[in-house]
T-cell receptor, first 114, second 118 residues
Framework: TQLLEQSPQFLSIQEGENLTVYCNSSSVFSSLQWYRQEPGEGPVLLVTVVTGGEVKKLKRLTFQFGDARKDSSLHITAAQPGDTGLYLCAGARAGGTSYGKLTFGQGTILTVHP | EAQVTQNPRYLITVTGKKLTVTCSQNMNHEYMSWYRQDPGLGLRQIYYSMNVEVTDKGDVPEGYKVSRKEKRNFPLILESPSPNQTSLYFC?????????????????FGEGSRLTVL
């Protein structure tokens, strides 16, 4: 069972469209990160959210951390072909012996057609 | 240039033949971790290390060993590889922000090691 459920797994859209990727869990996370990965490379960090309800913007990308710190979303406005890639959310579990453990979602493969 | 270096990048081996995937970082990071990436499953954490001589299991540690004798190196050892360990492996590192800053730092990933076990 995946601790972090990411949806959709595949997204194919036209340039200029908007999209949202979701990352959901029944567990509470102390922080959540979003990474983007291109073929043949390792993931690269886009953002870290720490506070429940937090919203961060990175140009056309908007990231939100749920109030209860169990879910997050990534919204892309006016997608461009350069946004094509694999998007991964990663949650750090809160407290106890979980320090150092990072759980990734299954990933969303985004393809933006010109 | 700040980087995480993994070797080998590609390896085909046979069941039972011990192998080691090396990982080295030049950023003086305390924290290092190994992940495997399989289609539809995202990245799953194998082992991590918060500092020299401190290692702990991730979510899928079975069949793997690690060691952290030096701060910069964190090798992944497969004592007796099996076909279900065929995967793409990533090593990553980051600064350790202490207990209050734990897990909020940027993870820097290597380029990956594609392993095939026949």
């Amino acid at each position: 069972t995946q601790l972090l459920e990411q949806s959709p797994q595949f997204l194919s859209i036209q340039e200029g469209e908007n999209l949202t990727v979701y990352c959901n869990s029944s567990s509470v996370f102390s922080s959540l990160q979003w990474y983007r990965q291109e073929p043949g490379e390792g993931p690269v960090l886009l953002v870290t959210v720490v506070t429940g309800g937090e919203v961060k913007k990175l140009k056309r990308l908007t990231f939100q951390f749920g109030d209860a710190r169990k879910d997050s979303s990534l919204h892309i406005t006016a997608a461009q072909p350069g946004d094509t890639g694999l998007y991964l959310c990663a949650g750090a579990r809160a407290g106890g012996t979980s320090y150092g453990k990072l759980t990734f979602g299954q990933g969303t493969i985004l393809t933006v057609h010109p | 240039e700040a980087q995480v270096t993994q070797n080998p990048r590609y390896l085909i081996t046979v069941t039972g033949k011990k192998l080691t995937v090396t990982c080295s970082q030049n950023m003086n990071h305390e924290y290092m971790s190994w992940y495997r990436q399989d289609p539809g499953l995202g990245l799953r954490q194998i082992y991590y290390s918060m500092n020299v001589e401190v290692t702990d299991k991730g979510d899928v540690p079975e069949g793997y060993k690690v060691s952290r004798k030096e701060k910069r190196n964190f090798p992944l050892i497969l004592e007796s590889p099996s076909p279900n360990q065929t995967s793409l492996y990533f090593c990553a590192s980051r600064s350790w922000g202490g207990r209050t800053g734990a897990n909020t730092g940027e993870l820097f990933f290597g380029e990956g090691s594609r392993l095939t076990v026949l």
